[in-house]
Nanobody, 110 residues
Framework: VQLQASGGGLVQAGGSLRLSCAASGSIRSLNGMGWYRQAPGKQRELVARITNGGTLNYADSVKGRVTISRDNAKNTMYLQMNSLKPEDTGVYYC?????WGQGTLVTGLQ
């Protein structure tokens, strides 16, 4: 399985971004998927995930601002991020457990 994350960039505070994660290879639609991020000097942390049962989980820091979704027909997962804050800055990684993408950089500007 290969995962290709895209959609990162520079965004002014309050702006929006949509990250995409395209999966290729042998994929089971019931695999859990998620987005993690790693800010400079910090450990990688969960942002949002979809469990294999379809439950959505969000980090407290992004609740109400972020929506995770998946399109099984396109083998693609999305992370819609609204009301971005400078503290959302980091490299965002997508995972289709246990596989990981290469990361896409999001920079929230003051």
């Amino acid at each position: 399985v290969q995962l290709q994350a895209s959609g990162g960039g520079l965004v002014q505070a309050g702006g929006s971004l949509r990250l995409s994660c395209a999966a290729s290879g042998s994929i089971r639609s019931l695999n859990g998927m998620g987005w993690y991020r790693q800010a400079p000097g910090k450990q990688r942390e969960l942002v949002a995930r979809i469990t294999n049962g379809g439950t959505l989980n969000y980090a407290d820091s992004v609740k109400g601002r972020v929506t995770i979704s998946r399109d099984n027909a396109k083998n693609t997962m999305y992370l819609q991020m609204n009301s971005l804050k400078p503290e959302d800055t980091g490299v965002y990684y997508c995972t289709l457990y246990p596989f990981w993408g290469q990361g896409t950089l999001v920079t929230g500007l003051q």
